[in-house]
């Protein structure tokens, strides 16, 4: 019964070494876990930098960051347009009243922008209806002008919005009726 034991032993043996070379080994080195938190980094930053370039137009191809600035301006300057804002925080703002002007940035009449940059008095904020984060709430037909609150905003390339109190109080829509609400 000597051997028959023995041959029993080996059996398992060979069955439990068996076992071991088929079961993967979970034990990563230090090496292979910084290459893995390297490549999230970089997969994150192209996200990043694809996010900024195409849809919030932050970045340009060339690598210059526009200033979306809330400050009061009293003018404006051609590579960055100040007190830009979104088209949902158009009821947002900390003044009582205020003036909201919806045009495309890189087609903005120079006529309108005299005007506003001497209207030093008013509190300005600018939103570009050409970017893809303000498309909800901009319309090729005419936008609403009985605006209550920012779920019914639409608005047509150019208009001009006086806002009190959260409450729009004057609503002008198109190139010659903003110039004339001015003169």
């Known amino acids: 019964m000597g051997r028959e034991l023995r041959r029993k032993e080996e059996k398992k043996n060979k069955k439990a070494k068996e076992i071991k070379n088929t079961t993967p080994e979970t034990n990563y080195s230090g090496l292979t876990l910084l290459k893995i938190v390297g490549a999230i980094a970089i997969i994150l930053f192209v996200i990043y930098y694809f996010i900024?370039?195409?849809?919030?137009?932050?970045?340009?191809?060339?690598?210059?960051?526009?200033?979306?600035?809330?400050?009061?301006?009293?003018?404006?300057?051609s590579s960055s347009v100040s007190n830009a804002i979104l088209a949902q925080r158009t009821f947002e703002q900390a003044e009582?009243?205020?003036?909201?002007?919806?045009?495309?940035?890189?087609?903005?009449?120079?006529?309108?922008?005299?005007?506003?940059?001497?209207?030093?008095?008013?509190?300005?904020?600018r939103v570009?209806?050409?970017?893809?984060?303000?498309?909800?709430?901009?319309?090729?037909?005419?936008?609403n002008k009985n605006v209550?609150?920012?779920?019914?905003?639409?608005?047509?390339?150019?208009?001009?919005?006086?806002?009190?109190?959260?409450?729009?109080?004057?609503?002008?829509?198109?190139?010659?009726?903003?110039?004339n609400y001015f003169n």
């Not at 370039?53 to 600035?69: A, L, P, Y």
């Open 52 to 77: 900024a370039v195409f849809i919030t137009k932050e970045v340009d191809i060339s690598g210059n960051k526009n200033s979306t600035t809330s400050e009061k301006s009293t003018s404006s300057s």
């Open 128 to 143: 570009d209806t050409s970017s893809a984060l303000n498309k909800n709430y901009v319309t090729e037909e005419n936008g």
């Open 96 to 125: 009582e009243e205020y003036y909201v002007y919806y045009y495309n940035f890189s087609d903005e009449d120079k006529t309108i922008s005299s005007i506003l940059s001497n209207k030093s008095d008013i509190t300005l904020y």
């Open 148 to 179: 209550t609150g920012i779920n019914d905003l639409k608005v047509k390339n150019p208009t001009l919005i006086k806002v009190t109190g959260d409450k729009v109080t004057s609503y002008i829509e198109g190139v010659n009726e903003i110039i």
